[in-house]
């Protein structure tokens, strides 16, 4: 026990020097640690030192996610967020037709998600075309996602 400890000690500031050494990606360090479910591993970011214990690398506690949120209460077209993958879209009135306008200058893998309520809502390809395309009314929660596909400027559905 005390031999692991201090074999893991030793590892652990070993790491410690060579994080502080260079600036470099983990698969370019000269020493790689392995460490068991209770280690404590120190974390360098912006010059300031942290810990993190190697249990929360196996756990997920809150997924936080950047979100475009849009109100509509007119018939009108709506350009979805060309920051955010999240289009969360409250509508106040029903029975409008909505135009949804994706990103026109989207990047290779970019996902573009929307979700409506209770109300007709049509797509409009920004930029290249869908596959397959979406058009209809939905029901209230209706959810979509795209991914786009620079080679064939396509927005790909992956998921509703």
């Not at 879209?89 to 996902?111: A, Y």
């Not at 930029?127 to 395309?133: D, K």
Request: glycine fraction near 4%.
């Amino acid at each position: 026990m005390k031999k692991t400890r201090l074999l893991l000690s030793i590892l652990l500031i070993t790491l410690a020097q060579n994080v502080f050494a260079q600036d470099a990606k983990i698969s370019q360090l000269p020493v790689i640690t392995e460490a068991n479910a209770g280690a404590v591993i120190p974390i360098v970011q912006n010059g300031v030192t942290s810990q993190i214990e190697v249990t929360d690398l196996t756990n997920e506690y809150i997924r936080k996610a950047q979100h475009s949120l849009v109100t509509a209460s007119t018939t009108q077209s709506i350009n979805l967020s060309t920051t955010a993958s999240l289009n969360v879209i409250v509508v106040s009135n029903p029975g409008l037709t909505l135009t949804l306008q994706f990103p026109t200058s989207p990047v290779d893998h970019q996902v573009c998600q929307f979700t409506t309520l209770t109300n007709t809502v049509t797509i409009v390809a920004g930029s290249g075309t869908f596959n397959p395309v979406y058009s209809g009314a939905p029901t209230a929660g209706y959810s979509v996602s795209y991914v786009y596909h620079t080679e064939d400027s396509t927005w790909y559905k992956i998921s509703n």
